[in-house]
């Protein structure tokens, strides 16, 4: 199986974090407050022929219900996840979404709403048989939207 090696062949660009209200009844879930977060990659060889090169994609983070008492403040907030909790993260990289995990994620307030978050995030591509598991461990700014959709 492949590699992609993503450690050395990109960096993780600025991104944001957006907050949203979500709901459905048919499925039992209330009115839930939940943060996504899209984080951009430096365009890069994924080495597989099938893909047009250089590849542009980026790592999103959903589904967080970080359950805070205000949304907007992220400081200090760590994190990690599993196969069977409720976030969902992904980065699309040989015509698939691979499903990845948060071993590590930790948000520091910059100022205004900037944060610094550190990640060390294990990366599924085995799931969809594109290439060997891997760990991507990145540093990058993310600009919070403090307005929240749906409210």
Same mark, same amino acid.
């Given at each position: ?54 590849? +542009?994609? @980026?790592?999103?983070?959903?589904? *967080?219900?970080?359950? #805070? ?6 400081? %200090? $907030? ?30 520091? +307030?910059? @100022?205004?709403?900037?944060?610094? *978050?550190?990640?060390? #995030? ?6 969809? %048989? $594109? ?21």
């Amino acid at each position: 199986m492949p590699q992609i090696n993503l450690q050395q062949k990109t960096s993780a660009k600025e991104g944001k974090i957006e907050i949203y209200w979500f709901e459905n009844q048919h499925i039992g879930l209330k009115k839930t407050l939940f943060h996504r977060i899209y984080i951009p990659l430096t365009p890069f060889d994924s080495g597989l022929e099938y893909e047009s090169q250089p590849h +542009k994609t @980026e790592i999103v983070i959903e589904w *967080m219900n970080l359950d #805070l008492k205000d949304a907007t403040n992220l400081d %200090g $907030v760590t994190l990690s996840t599993t196969p069977d909790d409720e976030t969902e993260i992904s980065v699309y990289v040989g015509s698939a979404h691979n499903p990845c995990d948060i071993q590590q994620m930790n948000l520091k +307030k910059m @100022e205004g709403n900037l944060y610094e *978050m550190s990640c060390k #995030l294990f990366i599924d591509f085995e799931y969809e %048989g $594109v290439a060997e598991n891997e760990e991507f461990h990145f540093t990058t700014q993310l600009e919070l939207d403090p307005n929240i959709k749906g409210a």
